[in-house]
């Protein structure tokens, strides 16, 4: 029987320890996990020259067959105790609950890894039980905000160099929550590291992010949150000279997120540092400096009104009953009603 929630890392080190499923059902929204799971079993369980003759990969489309990967799956490895069969873009497999009948009985040489993405196999059907049984069964989940300066702290621990904080909120708000462009994107930071220097900081950031260094809308972000009516100011004049690198609808997406978390954070069942942690979903506790700073400022009731002047903001900014009024015209009136 599949240990139920079992984790990427769990199933790194079964591989490590050469404790083989014939079964891998890979699914779920965020691809990241999927990829790396499969990349893993396709470089660890065979040698480079058992590859060429047992490693089979399907590109899946709605023309694809499931008697296609049945007929790949029930093959005897060459010269190998294993061969590996790798279905990506499984999603787009018509009948793929037939699937089921294999697994059942799947061939005990044969590793077959089934990646779907964007969703996920519905679990009343026979394949996810059948699965369950002789294999594992993945669930790959979007990463909430409050959980990509983890993932960004522990991609790059495991690269043995660590992140500014300023730098890493940087990150998790300029590429947002997709895993495989996040990890690329630090990839590229890491590379642009000067010899032996192993912190990224806000400057590198800054650098290839592509904004200045203290006009940008995480400086806003912050002088809204303490409030700092001058700054804030002096960022969106900045800001309305820079609009290709500043685009209105990002700023107002920035500030939403922020007080919505914000929002979340008044109604805390617990409004201690670690209640307000655990309801937010954050790991790090440099992540609720700012919004315990926003709450001496900010009001439950102010905070309601400012989401539904961002709501009015972006719906204005997306040509709904804009009128007139000029992007510039809409943002300033969004500020002035934030900060008063």
């Not at 077959?112 to 519905?122: A, M």
């Not at 890491?190 to 904004?211: F, M, Y």
Request: hydrophobic share 45%.
């Amino acid at each position: 029987m599949a240990k139920a929630n079992i984790t990427h890392r769990e199933i790194v080190e079964q591989i490590q320890r050469q404790d083989y499923k014939p079964i891998y059902l890979l699914m779920g929204e965020e691809a990241y996990y999927i990829d790396r799971i499969a990349e893993y079993i396709a470089d660890k369980v065979l040698t480079k020259d058992e590859q060429d003759f047992n490693q089979t990969i399907i590109y899946c489309t709605r023309e694809t067959a499931v008697a296609d990967v049945v007929n790949c799956a029930r093959r005897y490895p060459m010269m190998a105790k294993y061969q590996v069969v790798i279905v990506k873009e499984a999603q787009n497999l018509l009948k793929i609950d037939e699937l089921a009948i294999y697994a059942q009985n799947p061939m005990q040489s044969t590793i077959l890894v089934i990646c779907y993405k964007n969703g996920k196999v519905d679990g009343r059907k026979k394949l996810v039980p059948a699965v369950e049984k002789v294999g594992i069964v993945f669930e790959s989940p979007k990463l909430k905000e409050g959980m990509l300066p983890q993932f960004i702290a522990e991609y790059l621990r495991r690269k043995q160099v660590t992140i500014e904080e300023r730098a890493c909120l940087m990150m998790a708000e300029s590429v947002g929550s997709d895993l495989n462009r996040l990890a690329g994107e630090l990839d590229k930071l890491v590379l642009a590291l000067p010899a032996e220097q192993k912190r990224i900081t806000t400057d590198l950031v800054q650098s290839h992010v592509g904004v200045s260094k203290e006009f940008n809308v995480w400086e806003l972000r912050t002088a809204v949150a303490n409030k700092d009516i001058a700054k804030a100011n002096k960022i969106m004049f900045y800001m309305e000279q820079n609009v290709k690198a500043n685009p209105p609808v990002m700023t107002v997406s920035t500030l939403f997120n922020f007080f919505a978390l914000l929002m979340q954070a008044w109604y805390s069942p617990e409004r201690t540092e670690q209640g307000m942690m655990k309801h937010l979903d954050f790991r790090q506790t440099w992540q609720l400096r700012e919004y315990t700073t926003a709450m001496r400022h900010y009001s439950a009731l102010k905070v309601m009104q400012i989401i539904g002047k961002l709501r009015e903001a972006d719906a204005r900014l997306k040509g709904i009953n804009r009128g007139n009024l000029t992007d510039a015209d809409i943002m300033h009136e969004l500020i002035f009603f934030i900060l008063h």
